[in-house]
C-alpha cells in the first residue's frame, strides 16, 4: 500500500517507528482478545443483548455504528443514532440507513438460527426506525449466519484470482431483494472504467478539507484508542502500522495524499475479481435499508465462500461524479447505492464495536 509504504519510510527514517509502536500499554493482543470476544457464538437460546452483538457485526460506513437497539420480549426496533452522522461525505444519511439495513438482517439470519423466525417493517415516522418481529419456529443454522463473526471489510490488495461462475451465481441469488438491483462487472476493461470514476470520486474528496478532516476523526491510529473508543476506523484493520494518537494526527497529512489514495485504489481495484453495484429502485430511506439488507447478505455469503470484499464508494458519495457514474450503468434516473470490490485475500484483523448493553435504550 502506497501510503503505508510513504508512512514506513518516513517514521523509519526517523528512527521513531519501533519506538512508536511500542509505546501504548495496549498491544494488539490485547486488541485482539477484545474483538474476538464481541464474535463469540450464540449458544442455546438467544437472549435479546445477544442478538443485538450480531447485529452489530454488520458492515456500517466509517465503523460509527450508527444504530440504537430498543428490545421488547418479541420484538427489536433498531433506531438511527443521529449523533452518529457523517455529515460530509455522508449529507443525507444515505451511507447510515444502508448501515441499519445491514444490522437488521444480521439480526434476522442470526434470530432463525435460533429458532425466532423474523418479519420485518420499516416504519417511516419521525427520523425513521425498523422493527423486527421475532416468532418461533426450527432453527435454520444458514452458512450466512455462520459467516456473521467472519465477515470483515478487507482493504487490502487483493491476489488477482477470479470467482467461479457457480460462486458469483450464489452472489446474486443471496443478494436477491426486491426493490434492489445487483451489477456484477468482472470484465477488467469494464472495471477500470470503475476504477476511473473511483480516483474522480477520491480526487474531489481529497481535495475537501472538510471531507479528511472528517475522516481523520473516525481514524483509530492504535489498538489502546480503538477499545477506548471501540469504533471507528482502527489503521491496523487496513494493514497500516499503529502509532500513538498525538503522532498520527500530527502526521496524517503527510502520508494522506491525493496521490498516494488514488495509487492505493488503482492498485486495489486492479488486484479484485470483479465489482458489485447495487442500486434501489428509489431514493429513500426505506429503499437504503433494502440495499443495506442485500449488501450485507451478498457480504456474509462471500464471507461464506472464501471471498473478501471492501466498499469503494467514491463514484456515489460525489453527487455531480455520481450522475455521470449513473449514466455510465445505463440507470441515468437511478441512484446507485454502494459500490463494493470482491476477492481474494488473507484476513486482517477484527475491527471493533460497542457493547450490546451500550446501543440498547
Known sequence: MHTRRKFLATTAAAGTLPML???SGVSMDDYESAAAALRVPISGDPSPLN???FATLAANGHNTQPWLFSVEPSAITILPDLKRQTAVVDPDDHHLYASLGCAAENLSIAAAAHGRPSEMTYQPGGHGAIQVDLGAGSAN??????????????RSVYDGRKVPAEDLRKLEAAAATEDVNLTLITDESRMAQVRDFVVAGNS?????????????????????SALYTRDGLFSA????????????RMMFGRFFTKDGENEKYVEHIKSSAGIAIFTGAREDREHWVKVGRSFQRFALQATA???????????????????????????P??????????GYAPALPMSM???????VV
Request: net charge positive; proline share 8%; with cysteine.
Open 21 to 23: 509502536q511500542s509505546c
Open 204 to 224: 474531489a474528496q481529497m481535495d475537501d478539507p472538510a471531507f479528511v478532516q472528517e475522516l481523520k476523526d473516525w481514524i483509530r491510529f492504535n489498538p489502546a
Open 333 to 342: 434516473d437511478a441512484r446507485p447505492d454502494l459500490v463494493v470490490r470482491f
Open 353 to 359: 464495536r460497542r457493547s450490546a448493553t451500550s446501543v
Open 237 to 248: 484493520c487496513s494493514g497500516n502500522p499503529t502509532i500513538p494518537a498525538w503522532f498520527g
Open 51 to 53: 442478538l443485538v452483538r
Open 141 to 154: 443454522r444458514s452458512e450466512l449466519y455462520e459467516a456473521i463473526p467472519k465477515r470483515q471489510s478487507t
Open 305 to 331: 465462500l472464501g471471498i473478501r470484499h471492501a466498499h469503494i464508494n467514491q463514484p456515489i458519495e460525489v453527487p455531480s461524479i455520481r450522475t455521470e457514474f449513473a449514466s455510465w450503468l445505463g440507470a
